[in-house]
């Protein structure tokens, strides 16, 4: 498979999204002028992100909808389902849970986990939530290499070692905090407050 940039890997999980909805709404046909205005990416660079998942339809015609959401599927994701584990369930991590599920069918969260008795054994969301001590030998056996984390900041750092330890190849991290692990694991960091605190400084420049 040609190296792709995680920009490039960002829009093409964006143009599904669009084209998802387009398919539910009977659209049939798409033009990359089009899928610009709805994504705010230039044609030209729809038109290269395209090419590199082999979709072989034709802009000047328009791009089959069905088609090219099938083109972007088949290059973004792995055969079958893969499996995803969420290690707290806070409020940040319960929420996670009920809606991950019902947005991406090839992505499946098979586990969860937690340190509080009063969540483990019960099942939310239809998951069952397992004690952290438990991770090995849960995702090993349900197949799982996604982990989000969900937990404190002040256990982040070995709850995010225990996930690797136990198989996990990439982290959606919650935490705010920087995780250190090794090279090959891939981490996608995702700090609320931070991104929160963002959008007040452009909302304040912007009204001054």
Known sequence: ???ISEKSIERLILYRR?????????QSKIFSHQLSRLTDVTSAQIRRDLMVTGYSGSPVHG????????SICDYIDTPGDQGVAIFGLGHLGRSVMGYFNTRQPRLKIKAAF????????????????YRTDQAK???????????????????????????????????????????????????????MILAVEKVAYYSKKNNT
């Open 1 to 3: 498979m040609k190296k």
């Open 18 to 26: 669009i084209l998802g909805n387009l398919l539910t709404e009977n």
């Open 63 to 70: 791009y089959d909808v069905e088609a090219l959401l099938k």
């Open 114 to 129: 937690d340190t509080d008795p009063d969540k483990v054994n019960r099942v939310l969301h239809g998951i069952r939530c």
């Open 137 to 191: 030998d849960i995702i090993e056996t349900q197949n799982i290499s996604v982990g989000i984390l969900a937990v404190p900041q002040r256990i982040a750092q070995d709850v995010a070692t225990l996930m690797v330890n136990s198989g996990i190849t990439g982290i959606l991290n919650y935490a705010p905090t920087r995780l250190e692990l090794p090279p090959q694991i891939y981490v996608e960091n995702r700090d």
